[in-house]
Every structure is written in structure tokens, then in C-alpha cells.
């Protein structure tokens, strides 16, 4: 035996040792994770030999992110310093002066407006509410209001409406939406249209926060996409689908001339955004093509439009609210009857007072008073005009845009359908009519382009 141990062993390479009985383990490549811990089972649980089941944490831990290297860490920093630095300058530069000739303008037009009213309404309201004061006084506490509220958003950095634009769109939908449902108690319903929220006393319309929340929340969103605008899918379709559930809503009351009014908006603000000039003339073309359809073939207000034709043809009927303003422009003549002296607005001509408050005008103040009036309005357009064309960045040019084609347009519209241009339709004069909606979001929105000609830059001397 030990002969042939020791032929084996020479027989053996030198490297190949005799192999234990206990050969090492190897380490595995990767740390298996420790055992979780089952959860005691308490005193109960043990006397009653009954143990939980055992459930696996519900949260896993989550994986280590990648430490950022010295490179990301200053290029975020710079980007913080950045932002800092501009809102920064966009406070300084919110301390700037106000447009004096725009501020002035509109404080012109709301005195005079609050005059005619005055002069417009002393008869309506000593015969309705035994009061002659009484539209006069509930006016000029609107108008003190709307001043108040002018001066306070012209005070703040416009920058900050970008973050009340989806929030204020919301709520101006809900509301519309709200407006709609059958026997709501909250929704008061005049000449058949149900246009307003609250009680006879004290109401809103929900159409005119609408009109603001449409102006701000397509400034804002356009004023972040910039070549985006070209395309059909960013440009086009989400705002023309905004545009059509917007005025769609508030068509319903129905309230045309307001669904008019927040589509001529949208569009100014898209055309001015950059989108193609292709799909404003489809547009047109199609808008054309509905209003034919709705108004001749399908019939809707036919009868309106054949006494907007020839509104003698039923002087007493359906015509009558036409022809009466008619008379009371022509009754004015050159230099008009004299202040506070129409004959059309004792109990004569319906809604002297409010949407009608142009003829009244033309009555009592004549061609030169009615053609002074409407050139003050076209100075405030214009200026407007030219502070968007000076505003500082993109999103004060699109919203001062959309402020001021909202208020062209329903100058526009007022005065063309008292004066017979255009078919009768609901809708007030700015800083003239009677409403305290209307008045004090109009003088609110005046705000807002003051707010952004603090920061206007400077105009190119020479």
C-alpha cells in the first residue's frame, strides 16, 4: 500500500494539490439582499396559534438617481440665476409710468358715457322703479368700482396673469355650462334669453369673465409656442376648438352678438400669433357659408332679418325698435336737440338706456356730438393698438390685441345696429350702456393694457 501511495503521488502533476474535504465557496457576483423580516405575531395572535400572513412592503425603494456632475450643477445654477435676474427686471420695469394718453381717453369716455346715461335713463327709471336716480346712482357705483379695479391690475406685473389664465378659462366655462340647466334658480331669464347669473337685483353674465378668460388664456398659450403656430396641430386645432365650445355655449343663451365677440378675439389673437393666412381666409369662408345657411335656408331669425331690411314694413311689430331709433337719429340733425332733451327716450324707444344708447346720443347731441364720440373711440383704438405694438415681449403684444379688438368690435357692432347697418342684435356701447358686468370688467381690462404699457420699451427717436 504504500508503494503504490507513493507511485500516485509522483504520478500526480505538481500544480494539483489533493483536494479537501472542505473546498472554499466563491463569493457571488452580486449581494444578495438581506432577508426581510417577518412581522411578530402579537400576544393574541401567539395564544391563539394564528399568524398573519406576511406581505411584502408596498412602497420598493426606489433607485438611487444619478449624481448630477460638476457640469450639470453650474448650468442649472446659471439657469436659476437667470430667472431670478429676469423676473428682476420685469419688476423694475413694472414701476415704469402708465400710458397718460390711453388712461385719459378712457377716463373721458367713461364721464361722458356716465353723462348720456344719466340723461338717457331719468325717464325709464322714474316710470319703472319711481326713482330718475335710480340706474343713474347703481352706474356710478359700478363705475367707481371699475376705476378702482382699473388702477389695481394696472399696478401689478402682467406677468403674473399667466398663472390665472387656465384657472379663470375654467371657471368661465363652468359657469357658462352652469348657466344652462334647465330650472336653475340661480339663472335669471330676460326677453327669452338667459344670459345672466344671480337674482332680478343682482346678476352677472358669465359671457363677459368668458371674453377675458378667451383674450388671456390664447395670449398666454400662443405667446410659449412661436413657430408652433404654422402647423395645423398646435396652431390651429386646439384653439379653434376652444373658439367653437366657447361661443358654442354662449350661442346657446343665446347670446349671438357675445359668441360674435369672443371669435373676432380668438381669431385677432391666432392671426397675430403666426398662424397661416390660408386658414383665416377658410375660415372666413366657412363662416360665411354657416351664416347663409342658418339665416336663409334654414330660417333661423328670417323674420329679423326682413325688418332689418326694411323695418318700416311692420313700424309697429317687429320692426318697431329699429324704426324708432331711426327717428331719434334722424330727429337730432346736425347739432341735435339739445342734452337731456330726446323726445325718443320718454317710453318711445325700448332699451334707450342700454343697448340703445347711441341713438340717444345722435338725438340729443347730434352729428357732431355722435361723430366726436366715435372718433374718442377711435383714438382709444388706436392707441391701444400702439402700445401692443410697443409691448415689451409677446405675451402683453397678444393680450393688448385681444383687449382692444374686443372692444373695436363691439363699438363696431352697437353702432351699426343702431344705426340700422347691421341686423338687431343685443349688445351694449362700451362705458356708455347700463350693466354693471359689463362696465366693470371693460374698465378691468383697460387695466390690463395699462399694466402692460409700464413696461412698453422706449419708441425709436428720429
Known amino acids: 500500500m504504500a508503494g503504490y501511495n507513493d507511485s500516485a503521488a509522483r504520478r500526480r502533476p505538481p500544480n494539483q494539490r489533493k483536494p479537501s474535504r472542505n473546498p ?17 405575531p402579537s ?12 406581505a411584502p412592503p408596498r412602497n420598493p425603494p426606489r433607485p438611487r438617481r444619478r449624481p448630477m456632475t460638476r457640469e450639470e450643477a453650474l448650468a442649472r445654477q446659471e439657469r436659476r440665476q437667470h430667472r431670478l435676474m429676469l423676473e428682476e427686471e420685469s419688476r423694475e420695469r413694472a414701476k ?24 338717457a335713463s331719468f325717464p325709464s327709471a322714474y316710470y319703472e322703479e319711481q326713482n330718475p336716480l335710480y340706474y343713474f346712482k347703481r352706474q356710478a357705483v359700478f363705475v367707481v368700482m371699475g376705476i378702482a379695479g382699473m388702477f389695481f391690475i394696472g399696478k401689478i406685473n402682467y406677468q403674473r396673469f399667466r398663472g390665472a389664465a387656465k384657472p379663470l378659462l375654467y371657471v368661465s366655462l363652468v359657469m357658462l355650462v352652469f348657466l344652462l340647466i334647465p330650472h336653475n334658480p340661480l339663472a335669471v331669464t330676460i326677453n327669452n334669453a338667459t344670459r345672466w347669473l344671480g337674482t332680478m337685483r343682482f346678476r352677472f353674465q358669465p359671457s363677459e369673465v368668458a371674453k377675458a378668460a378667451i383674450v388671456i388664456y390664447f395670449a398666454d398659450s400662443i405667446s410659449m409656442k412661436k413657430d408652433k403656430m404654422h402647423t395645423f396641430r398646435y396652431g390651429i386645432l386646439p384653439y379653434a376648438v376652444m373658439l367653437i365650445v366657447t361661443a358654442g355655449l354662449v350661442g346657446y343663451e343665446p347670446h349671438l352678438s357675445g359668441a360674435l365677440l369672443i371669435l373676432g378675439a380668438g381669431a385677432a389673437i391666432m392671426l397675430v400669433g403666426g398662424i397661416n393666412w390660408a386658414w383665416v381666409f377658410g375660415a372666413l369662408g366657412a363662416a360665411s357659408g354657416i351664416v347663409y345657411f342658418v339665416l336663409f335656408i334654414v330660417g333661423y331669425n328670417t323674420s329679423r332679418i326682413e325688418y332689418w331690411r326694411n323695418p318700416w314694413a311692420d313700424a309697429q311689430g317687429k320692426g318697431y325698435q329699429l324704426s324708432q331709433s331711426l327717428i331719434a337719429i334722424g330727429s337730432g340733425g346736425l347739432l341735435g336737440v339739445g342734452l337731456g332733451k330726446s323726445r325718443q327716450k320718454f317710453m318711445y324707444l325700448p332699451e334707450e338706456h342700454n343697448d340703445f344708447i347711441f341713438a340717444i346720443i345722435c338725438e340729443e347731441l347730434g352729428l357732431i356730438g355722435a361723430a366726436i364720440i366715435m372718433l374718442l373711440f377711435a383714438a382709444l383704438i388706436l392707441r391701444g393698438y400702439w402700445i401692443a405694438l410697443h409691448a415689451y415681449d409677446r405675451f402683453g403684444s397678444l393680450m393688448v390685441v385681444g383687449v382692444t379688438t374686443l372692444m373695436a368690435m363691439q363699438t363696431f357692432l352697437n353702432i351699426g345696429v343702431v344705426s340700422g347697418l347691421l341686423p338687431t342684435t343685443g349688445i351694449s356701447l362700451p362705458f356708455f350702456s347700463y350693466g354693471g358686468t359689463a362696465l366693470t370688467i371693460q374698465l378691468a381690462e383697460m387695466g390690463i393694457i395699462l399694466s402692460v404699457s409700464r413696461q412698453m420699451k422706449p419708441p425709436k427717436s428720429g
Open 96 to 119: 415704469g409710468p402708465i400710458d397718460l394718453p390711453f388712461c385719459l381717453l378712457v377716463f373721458l369716455l367713461t364721464a361722458i358715457g356716465l353723462v348720456m346715461m344719466l340723461s
Open 24 to 40: 472554499p465557496q466563491r463569493k457571488p457576483a452580486h449581494k444578495p439582499p438581506p432577508p426581510q423580516r417577518r412581522p411578530s
Open 43 to 54: 400576544k393574541s395572535s401567539a395564544r391563539s396559534g394564528y399568524a398573519p400572513p406576511y
